[in-house]
């Protein structure tokens, strides 16, 4: 797993690539979540990650119930329909933006 976070004022950026599995979901909560902080908006450019596991996904709703927590809004971004599937599958886009690769804001 690749990822890159950035603090950007009321907006926090994180960049994912590769897989998110389960030997890699501790370390990314670790890296992301005491990061949100006061932010108003958590984006993840899902544009590079190709595949996440059941853990993968709890991370995501780890994520989301953080920002939940300090009123911050998830948004995933640029999600390969793969990823979108499973997504999907689990509801989750029920709970954060989630806009695919080829869609235009």
């Known amino acids: 797993m690749k990822l890159d976070v950035q603090d950007n004022?009321?907006?926090?950026f994180v960049k994912i690539g590769g897989q998110l599995l389960?030997?890699?979901a501790d370390h990314f909560k670790e890296e992301v979540l005491p990061k949100i902080g006061q932010h108003s908006t958590v984006t993840?450019?899902?544009g590079d990650l190709q595949f996440i596991d059941s853990a993968g996904t709890g991370a995501?709703?780890?994520?989301?119930?953080?920002?939940?927590?300090?009123?911050?809004?998830?948004?995933?971004i640029r999600v390969i329909p793969e990823v979108q599937k499973l997504l999907h599958l689990t509801r989750l886009h029920q709970l954060a933006k989630v806009s695919?690769?080829?869609?235009?804001?």
């Open 22 to 24: 389960y030997s890699e």
């Open 44 to 46: 993840v450019d899902c």
């Open 9 to 12: 004022d009321d907006r926090l």
């Open 60 to 76: 995501i709703v780890r994520l989301w119930k953080e920002c939940r927590m300090v009123g911050a809004e998830l948004e995933l």
């Open 100 to 105: 695919g690769i080829d869609d235009t804001a």
